[in-house]
């Protein structure tokens, strides 16, 4: 079965630090760009990082945020740093490709607050 299934979020002070995981299945990994998004209530779905050829990043989220991934455990990471009440929101693990059309997972809450 391909799907995305992410793990990690948390309720963390501001200036805290959390590691968002998403495990992929069902397809080959390896050959696949992966990003993550996040979506704040009422607001829409934003891309926060991506990781291909090259790593990515929102403006809002550079110097503070580093994506990853192990191949071998079919995973990509995100290691969040200095987090604020602004990063608040639901993250989203993503593929995108003609292939597997557009992947995503069900989601992890994320919530900054003191």
């Known amino acids: 079965q391909v799907q995305l299934v992410e793990s990690g979020g948390d309720l963390v002070q501001p200036g805290g630090s959390l590691r968002l995981s998403c495990a992929a299945s069902?397809?080959?990994?390896?050959?696949?760009?992966m990003t993550w998004y996040r979506q704040a209530p009422g607001k829409e779905r934003e891309l926060v990082a991506t990781?291909?050829?090259?790593?990515d990043y929102a403006d809002s989220v550079k110097g503070r945020f580093t994506i990853s991934r192990d191949n071998a455990k079919n995973s990509v990471y995100l290691q969040m740093n200095s987090l604020k009440p602004e990063d608040t929101a639901v993250y989203y693990c993503?593929?995108?490709?003609?292939?597997?059309?557009?992947?995503w997972g069900q989601g992890t809450q994320v919530t900054v607050s003191s």
């Open positions: 990781i291909g050829g090259r790593t």
């Open positions: 993503n593929c995108r490709s003609i292939r597997l059309g557009n992947l």
């Open positions: 069902g397809f080959r990994f390896s050959d696949y760009a």
